[in-house]
C-alpha cells in the first residue's frame, strides 16, 4: 500500500516531542481519526536524542536530558511509555567544568567523524 491510499484524516508533519504528543492527544481523544505523523529523519523524537559514543557504545545524550518533576505533562509521558528517568543529584561538590569539556570535545570529535566519514572526496 502506497501513501496515496492510507486513509488519513489529520497529518502531522514531524516527529519531535511535539508532533508525537499532538498525535497520542488526537488518538486519545478519537479512536476513530486516522493520524498519519511524517518525519524527515530516520527515526522520530526530535531534538531528544542520544548516540553511541567510544568502544562499548556508551550512550551520550546530545538532546535535551533533563525533565524537571514540575514538568507534568512530560514526566505522565515518561511513566505511559515506561521510559526510565534517573532522580538529578543537587547535594555535592562541583567537578569540575574539565570533565564538561571533556564531553564537549568527545561529541565533537564524534561529529566530524561522522561527517567526514559520509563524504567520500575532500577535493
Known sequence: MNIEELPIDIAIIGGG???LAAALEIVDTNKEVNVAVFE???RVGGRTCSMPIGPKNV???IGGQWVGTNQHYIMDLAKRFEVETVPQ???GRVVSIFLFSFFFFLFLFHFFCIIF???SSFS
Open 17 to 19: 516531542l511535539s508532533g
Open 59 to 61: 550512550r551520550f545524550d
Open 40 to 42: 524527515a529523519r530516520e
Open 117 to 119: 566519514s559520509s563524504s
Open 89 to 91: 543529584r543537587y547535594e
